[in-house]
């Protein structure tokens, strides 16, 4: 349980930190000439946090807490964080292309590519964190050098 709540922890804490980087600076040249009239002046808040919590959940006790159990490699983790993030931003992006007319198909492949990065960067500090704090196994831990 410890293992869990200090990845989930750190996975949040970087997930928060790059979206709001990337939100911050993205939005203005990105989002808001390729979605128009279909961003909300401000962001719901309440569907943010729900939507943080459980993709922290999400990738924390199917991929992180899986990897540092077992091989505890940073290489399989982070393939396999990339990997969630692609599936998750996939399903938001081709969703929205299949249904929503005027869709962006540019922004999607950026969005969907920002999913692997986010989710990526966001295990591997939590695998990080994890290993720093010997709650990892060490079966493989330093053969990803």
Do not use: Q
Request: zero cysteines; aromatic letters at 10%.
């Amino acid at each position: 349980m410890k293992r869990f709540t200090v990845a989930l922890v750190v996975t949040l804490a970087v997930m928060a930190t790059l979206d709001f980087v990337w939100l911050t600076t993205a939005m203005a040249g990105l989002y808001r000439p390729m979605m128009g009239d279909l961003l909300r002046p401000a962001p719901d808040m309440a569907a943010a946090v729900a939507f943080y919590l459980l993709y922290g959940v999400g990738v924390t006790a199917l991929v992180t807490v899986p990897v540092m159990s077992g091989s505890g490699r940073l290489r399989e983790l982070a393939w396999k964080a990339g990997l969630f993030g692609l599936v998750a931003y996939a399903t938001y992006d081709l969703t929205g292309l299949s249904v929503i007319r005027g869709w962006s198909l540019p922004l999607s492949l950026i969005d969907m590519a920002w999913g692997v990065v986010i989710t990526a960067l966001s295990a591997l500090a939590a695998g990080l964190v994890v290993r720093a704090l010997g709650l990892a196994s060490t079966k493989g831990a330093y053969k990803d050098r």
